[in-house]
């Protein structure tokens, strides 16, 4: 769709590996091939949790469950039919899902014709309090509007607040604690299409309808806007489709088409902005179709999970079988696309019928603690293991295990949360109208007070 400013470097990677693990069937396989933009898979990484959304409901799993049954006998090929999952019963059919930075409120998106977009809070606790077999969410979000969560984050370091991007380009930002108060919003003219906060949190990067980025305050107060990059020209227009904030200086941003053609499939950007005393340019590094899309029938969504500690991007498409990892190099400013052996890479299986299957949710987890086997001789360190829910209703998983010279051990054991403090189901609040665009409600008690 675009040509890159720089060609884009890649780099044969051999200390680095996706080890297949036994899959586990969560949802009966659709009739057809789902195609809206779905976000349905979220990983509490402090308690252990696996959640997983359905058009009836949702399906949870100890994380830890599905790395031990990995080391029972048996083909990696195996589908684990009969998992002890917890069924939570859900009336309207989900569309995102998604995880409080302290893991213990849990956002589920959903939209019917009948009552359109409502959004459930649940208390992480109340998954694991036995005293309470019926799973209800305390709180209720419901907008006065008709439409779907485009893009919804939860700041990474003030665990209530969090953003959501509505399907019109509505922005809203909400603060969830024993109950809901809206802070800031913009209008539907904002034209916003994804988003996503600052690793601090200090600001909010919001992709624009017109392929730019627009940095705001926790208030949504414009700071500054990242133009969209020069090798996309005025007659074929694109629009963010994803954002992901990876440092103070640097985007992983994906363009797609405005007009929401798929004749190309969207191209992964890598932005580095230019620091103020520095005497060059701003850089854009076009990785282009990086997933290898195999379908245009479904609409285009990637999952951006960026891992620090190791400095690599990791990045699924909904239209692509494959997984792919960005990293940065050793002078820790440019970026390359790792090229993984054949028996290395994480790729979604097919149906019996040869069709593909892709993502409806893409999730890490960080918490296994077991040492990993590949083949009879070699056992590498704990890893994190990335899971992904396909289109055909399977939980696919992989050791993600790097044994890069000199490389870091990031996982770290889950921990049981006190019941004590479980916030209890409150009666239905009324939609509170969002206020002006540059200032905070002044139903707002918590606003948050950060640097820009």
Not at 165 to 179: A, K, P, Q, W, Y
Not at 216 to 244: G, T
Not at 415 to 441: D, F, M, N, T, W
Request: glycine content about 4%.
């Amino acid at each position: 769709m675009g040509d890159g400013m720089v060609g884009v470097p890649e780099k044969e990677m051999k200390y680095f590996m996706f080890r297949q693990m036994k899959r586990f069937r969560v949802f009966d396989a659709p009739e057809e091939l789902p195609k809206d933009r779905v976000t349905l898979l979220a990983v509490s990484n402090h308690y252990g949790l696996v959640f997983m959304g359905g058009i009836n409901g949702m399906k949870v799993i100890s994380s830890q469950y599905i790395a031990l049954t990995d080391k029972e006998e048996g083909s990696i090929n195996d589908i684990i039919e009969d998992a002890p999952f917890m069924t939570v019963s859900m009336k309207l059919p989900m569309h995102h899902i998604a995880l409080s930075h302290d893991d213990l409120t849990l956002s589920v998106a959903m939209v019917s014709e009948e009552y359109g977009l409502v959004i459930a809070f649940f208390d992480i606790r109340t998954f694991l309090n036995k005293d309470k077999p019926q799973k209800r969410p305390f709180v209720y979000y419901k907008p006065e509007k008709k439409c779907t969560v485009l893009d919804l984050k939860w700041n990474p370091t003030v665990s209530p607040i969090l953003a959501i991007c509505m399907s019109d380009g509505s922005v809203t930002i909400l603060e969830v604690t024993d109950i809901i108060k809206q802070h800031a919003s913009l209008p539907a003219t904002a034209g916003i299409t994804s988003l996503c906060w600052s690793p601090k949190g200090k600001q909010l990067a919001a992709g624009r309808q017109n392929g730019t980025v627009v940095q705001y305050s926790p208030v949504l107060q414009e700071k500054k806007v990242i133009a969209c990059p020069p090798f996309y020209k005025s007659e074929n227009p694109v629009k963010v489709l994803d954002i992901h904030w990876i440092s103070t200086y640097v985007f992983s941003v994906v363009f797609a088409a405005a007009d929401g053609s798929q004749e190309t499939p969207p191209d992964v950007v890598i932005i580095s902005l230019a620091k103020k005393d520095e005497k060059k340019e701003d850089q854009y590094l076009n990785f282009s179709d990086l997933c290898f899309g195999v379908t245009t029938e479904r609409r285009p969504h990637y999952y951006l999970h960026y891992l620090d500690v190791w400095d690599i991007l990791v990045a699924s498409s909904a239209a692509s079988i494959e997984v792919s990892i960005i990293a940065r190099q050793q002078d820790k400013v440019s970026w390359e696309m790792w090229v993984l052996e054949d028996a290395a890479r994480a790729e979604l299986p097919v149906t019996e019928s040869s069709d593909d299957t892709m993502p409806v949710g893409v999730s890490i987890d960080l918490t296994s603690q077991l040492p990993v086997n590949v083949g009879d001789e070699k056992m590498f360190a704990p890893s994190p293991i990335l899971m992904i829910l396909t289109t055909q209703g399977l939980l696919c998983s992989f050791h993600m295990i790097n044994f890069i010279p000199g490389g870091k051990l990031i996982v770290v054991p889950s921990k049981c949360p006190r019941i004590e403090g479980e916030r209890e189901p409150q009666p239905p609040q009324p939609s509170i109208p969002a206020p002006s665009v540059l200032v905070p409600a002044q139903t707002s008690t918590t606003t948050p007070r950060h640097p820009a």
